[in-house]
T-cell receptor
């Protein structure tokens, strides 16, 4: 069964600090992995998309890494800001056959001043 | 900047009633999706729609659900006879311009909060 596990479940950091969120998946065969940011009560917003051949992708202060061998991804946030407080969701899609994406439960990040 | 718009933002309905959730995807996008998120839980895929037909659907998307693209701009989700457990945030999304690869980002709407009482 395809699964996406994220850790930690929640994280509190001080403004200006860096943090790293983890995503492990068992989706196979792998097509792509996406990180989304979801503010409370809002729709998810795409941060990065990574395919099998990509190891790292950056979007401003967000850097995602992918290790397709170990089926792990991380999202690193640099110099956190108060507006980074949100849920960060890892989503993995399979190749061929069913497109249906598998969502992780998300990591709830709170940035304190 | 183009965006996906959903209406209404909040819908309250009685159990057993039919509801229609409306979405206007980004113009010229080819793929359309519905997701739901029960309060405190993860986002769940319901259905994807391409070329005027359903391309994928999850186990959640049973006979009570249907989707339609009645005209060139709207994309609707109908729940035929709502149950209490249908209470959730429903998100519409769209992706892929003609010529783009299919693994491009999906743009989500702000959601419709459905409350079944």
């Amino acid at each position: 069964k395809n699964q996406v596990e994220q850790s930690p479940q929640s994280l509190i950091i001080l403004e200006g600090k860096n943090c790293t969120l983890q995503c492990n998946y068992t989706v196979s065969p792998f097509s792509n992995l996406r990180w989304y940011k979801q503010d409370t009560g809002r729709g998810p917003v795409s941060l990065t998309i990574m395919t099998f051949s990509e190891n790292t992708k950056s979007n401003g202060r967000y850097t995602a890494t992918l290790d397709a061998d170990t089926k792990q991804s991380s999202l690193h946030i640099t110099a956190s800001q108060l507006s980074d407080s949100a849920s960060y969701i890892c989503v993995v899609s399979a190749a061929g056959g069913s497109y249906i994406p598998t969502f992780g439960r998300g990591t709830s990040l709170i940035v304190h001043p | 900047e183009p965006e996906v718009t959903q209406t209404p933002s909040h819908q309250v309905t009685q159990m057993g009633q039919e509801v229609i959730l409306r979405c206007v995807p980004i113009s010229n996008h080819l793929y359309f999706y519905w997701y739901r998120q029960i309060l405190g839980q993860k986002v769940e895929f319901l259905v994807s729609f391409y070329n005027n037909e359903i391309s994928e659907k999850s186990e959640i998307f049973d006979d009570q659900f249907s989707v339609e693209r009645p005209d060139g701009s709207n994309f609707t989700l109908k729940i035929r006879s709502t149950k209490l457990e249908d209470s959730a945030m429903y998100f519409c999304a769209s992706s892929v311009l003609l010529g783009q690869p299919t693994n491009t980002e999906a743009f989500f709407g702000q959601g419709t909060r459905l409350t079944v009482v």
